[in-house]
């Protein structure tokens, strides 16, 4: 056939539209609207659920009309169900109305969105919108239609107002003339990546490639008519299929002891709260949940954004008071251990075994394990606010307030995922459907305060703040960051990125009490990954920056000098505490010298004046090159650069050291700078891949680095003048 006698075969075929909706939203009443008296009764081949058939004309075109049995969802627990669905599926009508009882939306959507799910062309009928308006409420239609993908209309079944209207609506969607993109429901952190993997895996499959994402939820629940079709439809590759998902499940339904089904209507449910949170507007009284009563207030417009920032606070407050001690006791173990290595050796003996246990890995990595307690309550809490529910109130009231400055709330998300890790933060954009949204989101993401961040906050912020200001100044450094993420996405989104933002459904899952199960189990995901790092990567740069802080060593001319030194000392003054004094100055500047000789100190020396106006010693200057491995390795490396100095055998805590060497005002800058400048080799990797190009990682990591440069400079030199 030519491509125009196909074309002409497929028009003159008639179309199908096909109602589905709840029992009593209106199906029938709508369906007869349309056909009038051309229909046909009778029953489903070889069930005994009724069908009806008919014919609807809309100004000179006909349409095939049919009316489905009403459900619920699709899940397939009733006869009713199996029948609609599979209708959908084989029939493939060119069109689906959903009738919505307006009047009882949450429950009605219920279906709609599993009909978004399944992937069928989709028009939404809000009936009984009389019902709606005598209860004192309203529906924003256009902002749902965008929220959904689907069009949206009002509809009155039993005085037929609107009703022609909506069948044009779904006219135009049978023809293709409506192309449409529905939203989906995004699971969540802990199941989506499982459901992609799945999908992923079903497009590799002919037979279901069309609907991936459908198969893959089904596969996921463990749907026995769903295995069936697969069944048939791939004999072959059906029970490997079959197991994947049965991997998924197990593991997913192991973190939260409560079956899959139900977690995935949680998500739809909070899905659809989202929804009618941002298009359902009353004028009347009406009876609400302790939810709904709670979202009152945290997600009110003046208190939301508050509360917010008040829990944080508190979090960050606990998390340093029960961490204190903890951390103590971990700094006190790693010197003991420090001191038990090195004194396996001779007093003053020059082993470098000794000096690579002692300066190099217990100094480094044990120096970034001490903030292991910090880590893990804040860890914790993160996970307590993400299971309770609140984290997705965080991103709504995020969502109104970046609406004011023209971004949109869900790239929120992953940007909360980035307290943790700014890696899989990145991978978490791939919900953003928009390109720009997400290039903008992936490019500001490392402004947000990752765990890795975490031990140098801690390190700093003890030695230098009384105990009643820790916890604002942790609060002050992720707002900071927080701020900066806002602020380069919107400067992004009037420059390089430009366009038009796409509206997202933000998702209010219901409220509920944290298990500690499940909050340990995140907590340790997360922890685990640091306790890794710090047995790998640290572990390992921690023994190059050790090496690099020992070799070259002095010249054998500086070495006689100082040893003729000691000897003039010994010679010229008598025994007693005036010699001891002065022989320990002399190891101190031995000590001093050899470090300056060696390539961290010739490093140091040579970036340095890049970083004099930010108030950087070589010492802090030299651990910034360590922090772009790993942000963690900033602690690492200044430990085993104070370390390599020490002189006395008994040592003091790095926390001490610093106290000596720096003002309060350069910690701040340090931080400050540690914040915002590049982001560590794992991030600009996946930025890389995340973006598809050099050039995004690149922008990032310099300009990333350049702000920090300008912020730092700008906020020590204002800061020194004030003070001094
Ligand atoms: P079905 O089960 O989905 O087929 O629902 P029906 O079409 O049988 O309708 C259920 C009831 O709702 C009937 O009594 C209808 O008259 C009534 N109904 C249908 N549409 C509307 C509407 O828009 N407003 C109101 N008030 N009643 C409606
Ligand atoms: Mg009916």
């Known amino acids: 056939m030519t491509k125009n006698g196909h074309e002409a075969a497929l028009a003159e075929k008639r179309r199908t539209i096909a109602l589905a909706g709840n029992p009593n939203s209106g199906k029938t009443t709508l369906y007869n609207v349309m056909t009038g008296t051309r229909q046909h009764v009778g029953n489903y081949p070889g069930v005994t659920v009724e069908r009806k058939e008919g014919e609807a004309r809309l100004g000179d075109r006909t349409f095939s009309l049919l009316d489905l049995p009403g459900t619920y969802s699709l899940s397939a627990r009733s006869e009713e169900e199996i029948v609609a669905r599979n209708v959908l599926i084989e029939e493939q009508p060119d069109a689906v109305v959903a009738v919505v009882d307006a009047s009882n939306l949450e429950r009605n959507l219920y279906l709609a969105v599993q009909l978004a ?374 400067l992004l989104r009037s420059t390089a990125l430009k366009g038009e933002s796409v509206p997202f459904v933000m998702e209010l899952p219901p409220y509920r009490l944290p298990t500690l199960r499940s909050m340990l189990i995140h907590m340790w995901e997360r922890a685990g990954y640091f306790l890794r790092k710090a047995g790998t990567l640290i572990l390992s740069v921690s023994v190059i920056l050790w090496a690099l802080s020992t070799w070259p060593r002095l010249p054998e001319t500086a070495e006689t000098a100082f040893a003729n030194e000691r000897a003039r000392i010994e010679a010229e003054t008598p025994d007693g505490p005036e010699r001891e004094a002065l022989l320990q100055e002399l190891e101190y500047m031995t000590a001093q010298a050899a470090l300056d000789y060696s390539a961290v100190g010739r490093i140091g020396r040579a970036i340095t004046p890049a970083f004099r106006p930010l108030g950087f010693d070589w010492r802090v200057s030299t651990a910034l090159i360590g922090a772009f491995a790993a942000k963690e390795v900033f602690v690492a490396q200044l430990g085993i650069v104070y370390s390599m100095g020490e002189t006395d055998e008994e040592s003091v805590t790095l926390r001490d050291r610093l106290k000596n060497d720096y003002s309060a005002l350069q910690a701040l800058a340090i931080m400050l700078f540690c914040l915002i400048s590049m982001p560590c080799i794992a991030t600009v990797a996946v930025t890389r891949r995340e973006a598809g190009a050099w050039k995004w990682a690149a922008l990032q990591l310099f300009g990333l680095t350049i702000l920090a440069w300008i912020v730092t400079a700008l906020f020590y030199q204002i800061g020194s003048r004030l003070l001094g």
């Open 117 to 490: 799910e399944l992937g069928v062309p989709l028009v939404m009928a809000l009936n009984m919108w009389d019902m709606l308006e005598a209860k004192g409420l309203t529906v924003d239609r256009e902002r749902m239609s965008l929220l959904t993908g689907a069009p949206v209309t009002a509809t009155v079944g039993n005085t037929g107002r609107g009703v022609r209207e909506a069948f044009a609506l779904a006219a135009d969607v049978a023809e293709g003339r409506r192309p449409a993109t529905l939203r989906q429901v995004d699971y969540g952190n802990e199941i989506e990546p499982h459901l992609q993997q799945l999908q992923k895996r079903i497009e590799t499959m002919p037979a279901l490639r069309r609907r991936a994402r459908w198969f893959a939820l089904k596969t996921l629940e463990g749907d026995p008519e769903t295995h069936r079709r697969i069944e048939k439809l791939c004999p072959e590759t059906a029970a490997a299929l079959f197991a994947d998902a049965e991997g998924h499940r197990k593991h997913i339904e192991q973190v939260y002891q409560e079956p899959i089904a139900a977690q995935l209507a949680d998500r739809r449910y909070g899905f659809i709260a989202g929804i009618c949170a941002e298009t359902v507007s009353q004028t009347g009284i009406a009876r609400i949940s302790r939810s709904e009563q709670v979202d009152r207030i945290v997600l009110n417009r003046w208190l939301g954004l508050p509360i917010f920032a008040a829990l944080m606070y508190a979090v960050f407050h606990m998390t340093f008071t029960l961490a204190e001690p903890l951390m103590q006791g971990m700094e006190a173990l790693f010197s003991l251990l420090g001191d038990r290595v090195g004194a396996l050796w001779a007093p003053g003996s020059d082993s470098l075994l000794r000096s690579l246990l002692v300066d190099g890995v217990i100094a480094g990595v044990g120096g970034v394990l001490v903030f292991l307690p910090t880590i893990l309550l804040l860890f914790l809490a993160i996970a307590m606010l993400e299971d309770s529910g609140y984290m997705a109130r965080a991103a709504f009231i995020m969502d109104r307030f970046m609406h004011a400055i023209g971004l949109h709330g869900k790239s929120f998300i992953p940007m909360l995922l980035g307290f943790g890790c700014t890696v899989p933060a990145i991978m978490g954009t791939r919900t953003l459907e928009s390109r720009r949204d997400r290039l903008t989101t992936i490019l500001v993401l490392p402004l947000m305060s990752c765990g890795a961040r975490l031990p140098i906050y801690a390190l700093f912020i003890p030695a230098f703040f009384p105990e009643r200001w820790q916890a604002s100044v942790l609060w002050g450094l992720y707002v900071t960051g927080i701020v900066l993420a806002v602020l380069g996405a919107k």
